[in-house]
């Protein structure tokens, strides 16, 4: 995993993943949820948590590396009013890894898909960072199936951040320090440094995997190129066309409008260096029209980190439960 400029991903890799499908994560998953797989394509199948509830659905769509369990210990807030999911996508977790089908598109038809499969007419959409591309194009290509909207710190560019990486390849992730590989506690202390909380215990099994005998970190639960597929194939989507209403929490955290901010910009090609500076603009005003998007509930928050609901737990709770009539 690492931090793309225009796209927010998880601070913290342990290594490289060499399998091409998923391992087993360890047993003794949360008892919070069913876990379900549904089949969403021919040979792929994603986890479907079933956190149980009463009322209409409202499904937790997780941030690009992450799985459903990032939700575990948030998600049952809502369970009073709605029968709440969470869903891993394709290429973690315990999802399927397949070759292809990372594009916008599919990504996006994959969530119609597990609504299909609960036979859920209309639901409530929730979505952290990349998750805000693929309900926006389920809100736009199939708005009867969307009753209200609600962005946590959303992906607003990853057009833009796609078009880039094509011309200006990311320098490699930085080297974990080894002693944050020792064992299970000492990743899941690494991970808390950097989003600002710590994640669903159960997050950490879906996440990585671990020595039996050490401990130690072996590698990510992860396809190895998903992130690199995700990215590059990202499609522009119209936030603008969303009719269903929208609650959209955000850190404030700006984009570099230099483009020496840009990550590794030293060592790109002068024409590398060149699309850095086209694309900074581009940026720039994405997120400036997003961040003031008419008819939109738009709520700033203060000293937050990219993962809202757990560095800012309370504020998150109260917007949405009030955006949501609760």
């Avoid at 710190?153 to 944050?180: F, V």
């Avoid at 522009?236 to 409008?257: C, M, N, Q, S, W």
Wanted: charged residues 25%.
């Amino acid at each position: 995993m690492r931090k793309l400029f225009l796209c927010c991903l998880p601070l913290f890799a342990c290594a490289t993943t060499t399998t091409s499908v998923p391992t087993s994560a360890p047993a003794g998953a949360s008892t919070l949820h069913r876990v379900q797989r549904v089949q969403v394509a021919e040979g792929v199948e994603l986890e479907l948590l079933d956190f149980g509830g009463q009322g209409p659905a409202l499904v937790f769509l997780t941030g690009q590396g992450n799985t459903g369990h990032v939700f575990d210990d948030f998600a049952p807030e809502f369970t009073s009013a709605y029968h709440v999911y969470s869903v891993t996508r394709r290429g973690y977790g315990s999802s399927s890894w397949p070759e292809r089908g990372y594009d916008t598109v599919t990504l996006s038809t994959d969530v119609v898909r597990v609504l299909d499969s609960q036979g859920i007419a209309k639901a409530v959409l929730v979505g952290h960072s990349r998750a805000g591309e693929e309900i926006t194009w389920v809100a736009t290509h199939h708005p009867e199936r969307v009753e209200k909207v609600l962005f946590l710190d959303i992906q607003t560019k990853g057009d833009l951040a796609a078009e880039l990486m094509k011309e200006a390849p990311q320098p490699p992730p930085r080297e974990p320090n080894p002693a944050d590989l020792a064992s299970r506690a000492t990743v899941a202390a690494a991970i808390a440094r950097g989003v600002g909380g710590p994640l669903p215990e159960h997050e950490i099994d879906e996440l990585f995997e671990f020595d039996p005998k050490t401990g130690r970190c072996l590698r990510d639960r992860q396809r190895p190129d998903a992130e690199d597929q995700v990215g590059k194939s990202a499609l522009k989507v119209d936030f603008a066309a969303i009719r269903a209403p929208v609650l959209y929490i955000h850190t404030g955290e700006r984009v570099p409008e230099r483009a020496e901010g840009y990550n590794g910009f030293a060592q790109l090609t002068p024409a590398q260096q060149a699309k850095v500076r086209e694309m900074i603009p581009k940026a720039v005003q994405r997120v400036a029209e997003v961040r003031s998007m008419p008819g939109w509930r738009i709520v700033q928050l203060e000293r937050a980190e990219h993962y809202v609901w757990i560095t800012n737990r309370d504020d998150v709770l109260r917007e949405m439960k009030a955006f949501l009539g609760m």
